[in-house]
């Protein structure tokens, strides 16, 4: 997950200056996008406002303006920059319904759910829930970085007794819910047992995994998922669905205490938990819990108020909905005759047992309905492209707000299903080797008459207020001609009129942000990485996988190396074989005849891969030993890459 909050960008005189240079402004809503966005407030109930109640509810105090500053001095989170959201109607640029939950999630500070149990909300993506034990405090998700954790906690302090924390629990292995972890105890408390931190089965694996292969991939794509590089506005970020943004700096970890056995029943500093899981469904890990103490129930990320990802856009493996939806009904039946309060680790509470029970109910069929008609449209022969334009939610689930797509959508999500079980081929063998990108759409706009037949064309559609073809049409003379400064701009011009359109914080925040490129080109991105917590986290055999998603094959065509590969203070082996331009490894073993042996510690690999130092570097201060030929070692380095952080995506790579 990328977590970047604070936007780099600022107001100039003639547009938005970003790094010393004048970038164009973003445009005004055209008329069809008025009339669609005017529409939307007579398709749905904007009347119930019971959920702007409800998210005030508790209330008890705020930091000013939301803002939260780091002890190295940089923004961790800041509300101020959205204060044009306490305006109650939306302006032409917004879809009224995300107005409507933007405002909501700006709400926020510190709220009482029943006296022993508060949370942190809208500081951060994700909320901190804190119990009041007999000797201290249990924290169940300590947000995403240290700074908004700490923060949330300090602001709880000015309005309760100053208890310590003597648990955490992480609900699930999505880094917004443990990466400030360090904001609310420490390594040394932990070990010290002051402080037990719990979590469900598989969640170190999980928590580390999802961001180390791909990594690199998924950053640069929740820029766009997220409107991380967009300025808070009418015309950019309004919120993510999820929640308002992502904290701005470091995620920390700190490993499991206690492994929380599947669906027991724990008893932690006095307060009884009941636990269920809900493991391969919105996360790998996950687990939801009651509270009969408070007769409050807490979901998780299972259930939120919106459609959730089955697919998230950033990219990641589809999630089950079938299961998804299994794990709601199992918390209705085991706790819904006992729920008073249902309350979440996103968005704000349901505050009556029949409406908890209403809610959980509408959740379970939402994501089966769109599972099980996805499957039945799949089983007639209909497309992705099809199941997604043509599913439709019953007017029963479309009219719930918490059925809304913020986050999700039906429409991708339609897509997710059909590509869990059947790929991303749809059998029409003319689809099964098309031409790469680039040269697809050189040859589809040579076909159309050329690149300016194709613009003039295209500019009659936006007229017309068909965005959707135009986008798709000019992606086509994008690619095809990457710097035609004219088809770049209507490009351009598609996405944000579709941004504008979109109920989806995180469709908004793609389209937007594809504009924006398009326009102004890729801003400087800060180099991604994994961070240290997680470094920690990390097997020896995932960085060996690392390595070998970056070899370059060419580079090792014909080679043959055989690599001891030691640990020191692990006692831990590996032999590494580069053969057939495929690096692979055993973990327990060494080959008896390596053309070179390596041996290091496991801190020298950390300050490796931390960048403070490099295995040359390392080989020359002693940190690394090898026995053997040092250019077989030296060699294969020199046949990684590291591939680029700021890649493009709304044109070719290049």
């Given at each position: 997950m990328?977590?970047s909050?604070s936007?780099?960008?600022?107001?100039?005189?003639?547009?938005?200056?970003?790094?010393?240079?004048?970038?164009?402004?973003p445009?005004?809503?055209?008329?069809?996008?008025?009339?669609?966005?005017?529409?939307?407030?007579?398709q749905?109930?904007?009347?119930?406002?019971?959920?702007?109640?409800?998210?005030?509810?508790?209330?008890?105090?705020?930091?000013?303006?939301?803002?939260?500053?780091?002890?190295?001095g940089?923004?961790a989170?800041n509300?101020?920059?959205y204060?044009?959201?306490?305006?109650?109607?939306?302006?032409?640029t917004?879809?009224?319904?995300?107005?409507?939950?933007?405002?909501l999630?700006?709400i926020h500070?510190l709220?009482?759910?029943?006296?022993?149990?508060?949370?942190i909300?809208?500081?951060?993506?994700a909320?901190?829930?804190i119990?009041?034990?007999?000797?201290?405090?249990?924290i169940?998700?300590?947000?995403?970085?240290?700074?908004?954790?700490?923060?949330?906690?300090?602001?709880?302090?000015?309005?309760?007794?100053?208890?310590?924390?003597v648990?955490?629990?992480?609900?699930?292995?999505?880094?917004?819910?443990?990466?400030?972890v360090?904001g609310?105890?420490?390594?040394?408390?932990?070990?010290?047992?002051?402080?037990?931190?719990?979590?469900?089965?598989g969640?170190?694996?999980?928590?580390?995994?999802?961001?180390?292969?791909?990594?690199?991939?998924?950053t640069?794509?929740a820029?766009?998922?997220?409107?991380?590089?967009?300025p808070?506005g009418?015309?950019?970020?309004?919120d993510t669905?999820?929640?308002?943004?992502?904290?701005?700096?470091?995620?920390s970890?700190?490993?499991?205490?206690?492994t929380?056995?599947?669906?027991?029943?724990?008893?932690?500093?006095?307060?009884?938990?009941?636990?269920?899981?809900?493991?391969?469904t919105?996360?790998?890990?996950?687990m939801?819990?009651?509270?009969?103490?408070?007769?409050?129930?807490?979901?998780?990320e299972?259930?939120?108020?919106h459609?959730h990802n089955?697919?998230?856009?950033?990219?990641?493996?589809?999630?089950?909905?079938?299961?998804?939806?299994?794990?709601i009904?199992?918390?209705?039946?085991?706790f819904?005759?006992?729920?008073?309060?249902?309350v979440?680790?996103h968005?704000?509470p349901?505050?009556?047992?029949?409406?908890?029970?209403h809610?959980?109910?509408?959740?379970?069929?939402?994501?089966k309905?769109?599972?099980?008609q996805?499957?039945?449209?799949?089983?007639?022969?209909e497309?992705?492209?099809?199941?997604?334009?043509?599913?439709i939610l019953?007017a029963?689930?479309?009219?719930?707000?918490?059925?809304?797509?913020y986050?999700?959508?039906?429409?991708?999500?339609?897509?997710?299903?059909?590509q869990?079980?059947?790929g991303?081929?749809?059998?029409?063998?003319?689809?099964?080797?098309?031409?790469?990108?680039?040269?697809?759409a050189?040859?589809?706009?040579?076909?159309?008459?050329?690149?300016?037949?194709?613009?003039e064309?295209?500019?009659?559609?936006f007229?017309?207020g068909?965005?959707?073809?135009?986008?798709?049409?000019?992606n086509?003379?994008?690619?095809?001609?990457?710097?035609?400064?004219?088809a770049?701009e209507?490009?351009?011009d598609?996405?944000?009129?579709?941004?504008?359109?979109?109920?989806?914080?995180?469709?908004?925040?793609?389209?937007?942000?594809?504009?924006?490129?398009?326009?102004?080109?890729v801003?400087?991105?800060?180099?991604?990485?994994?961070?240290?917590?997680?470094?920690?986290?990390?097997?020896?055999?995932?960085?060996?996988?690392l390595?070998?998603?970056?070899l370059?094959?060419?580079?090792a065509?014909?080679?043959?190396l055989?690599?001891?590969?030691?640990?020191?203070?692990?006692?831990?082996?590996?032999?590494?074989?580069?053969?057939?331009?495929?690096l692979?490894?055993?973990?327990?073993?060494?080959?008896?005849?390596?053309h070179?042996?390596?041996?290091?510690?496991?801190?020298?690999l950390d300050?490796?891969?931390?960048?403070?130092?490099?295995f040359?570097?390392a080989?020359?201060?002693?940190?690394?030993?090898?026995?053997?030929e040092?250019?077989?070692?030296?060699?294969?380095?020199?046949?990684?890459?590291?591939?680029p952080?700021?890649?493009p995506?709304?044109?070719?790579?290049r």
């Amino acid at each position: 997950m990328h977590n970047s909050f604070s936007c780099r960008v600022g107001v100039g005189l003639f547009g938005l200056v970003l790094a010393g240079t004048v970038l164009a402004s973003p445009k005004a809503a055209e008329p069809a996008t008025t009339r669609a966005n005017a529409a939307v407030l007579e398709q749905l109930p904007f009347a119930d406002t019971r959920a702007f109640d409800d998210a005030r509810r508790g209330f008890i105090g705020a930091l000013p303006d939301g803002l939260v500053v780091s002890d190295t001095g940089h923004t961790a989170w800041n509300m101020a920059p959205y204060a044009f959201l306490q305006k109650e109607t939306a302006p032409d640029t917004v879809n009224p319904s995300l107005w409507r939950q933007a405002r909501l999630n700006a709400i926020h500070g510190l709220f009482e759910v029943v006296e022993g149990m508060y949370q942190i909300r809208g500081m951060d993506l994700a909320n901190m829930t804190i119990i009041e034990g007999e000797t201290g405090l249990t924290i169940i998700d300590p947000l995403l970085t240290p700074a908004t954790a700490r923060a949330g906690l300090e602001l709880y302090y000015q309005h309760r007794p100053e208890k310590p924390v003597v648990a955490v629990l992480y609900t699930h292995n999505h880094a917004d819910h443990f990466g400030g972890v360090k904001g609310v105890t420490s390594e040394e408390e932990v070990r010290s047992g002051k402080v037990k931190v719990y979590a469900p089965y598989g969640f170190m694996q999980h928590a580390v995994a999802e961001n180390v292969i791909a990594g690199n991939a998924m950053t640069r794509r929740a820029i766009y998922q997220f409107g991380n590089d967009l300025p808070p506005g009418e015309r950019g970020h309004v919120d993510t669905g999820l929640g308002k943004a992502l904290g701005n700096g470091p995620i920390s970890l700190i490993a499991p205490t206690d492994t929380v056995p599947d669906n027991a029943t724990l008893e932690i500093d006095g307060i009884t938990i009941e636990f269920q899981m809900a493991h391969g469904t919105e996360a790998e890990s996950e687990m939801m819990m009651f509270f009969p103490q408070f007769k409050v129930l807490n979901t998780a990320e299972i259930t939120s108020q919106h459609l959730h990802n089955i697919y998230t856009i950033r990219g990641a493996a589809i999630r089950d909905a079938s299961a998804w939806s299994h794990y709601i009904d199992k918390v209705l039946e085991r706790f819904g005759d006992r729920t008073d309060i249902l309350v979440a680790q996103h968005h704000w509470p349901i505050w009556e047992r029949e409406q908890a029970q209403h809610f959980l109910a509408r959740q379970r069929d939402l994501y089966k309905f769109i599972h099980d008609q996805a499957v039945r449209r799949m089983n007639r022969g209909e497309l992705p492209g099809d199941i997604a334009e043509n599913l439709i939610l019953p007017a029963s689930l479309d009219q719930e707000w918490s059925s809304r797509g913020y986050y999700g959508t039906v429409k991708h999500n339609a897509r997710a299903i059909y590509q869990r079980y059947m790929g991303w081929y749809d059998a029409n063998p003319a689809n099964l080797d098309p031409l790469p990108p680039q040269q697809n759409a050189s040859r589809t706009i040579a076909y159309m008459g050329g690149i300016e037949q194709v613009i003039e064309r295209a500019r009659e559609d936006f007229a017309k207020g068909d965005y959707r073809w135009v986008a798709w049409v000019m992606n086509q003379a994008v690619f095809a001609e990457p710097d035609n400064r004219a088809a770049r701009e209507l490009a351009a011009d598609a996405l944000e009129q579709l941004g504008y359109q979109a109920e989806a914080g995180t469709w908004r925040g793609a389209y937007l942000t594809g504009a924006q490129e398009l326009r102004n080109g890729v801003d400087e991105l800060p180099r991604g990485g994994l961070q240290p917590d997680m470094l920690q986290a990390l097997e020896a055999g995932m960085f060996f996988d690392l390595l070998a998603v970056r070899l370059n094959p060419d580079k090792a065509a014909g080679k043959h190396l055989v690599i001891n590969w030691t640990l020191t203070d692990l006692e831990e082996d590996f032999r590494l074989n580069l053969e057939n331009s495929t690096l692979t490894y055993r973990a327990g073993t060494l080959a008896e005849q390596p053309h070179v042996s390596v041996s290091m510690t496991r801190g020298a690999l950390d300050q490796i891969l931390l960048a403070k130092t490099t295995f040359p570097e390392a080989v020359q201060s002693g940190q690394i030993t090898l026995d053997g030929e040092p250019n077989a070692f030296f060699g294969l380095l020199q046949m990684l890459e590291e591939p680029p952080h700021d890649f493009p995506i709304v044109e070719p790579v290049r």
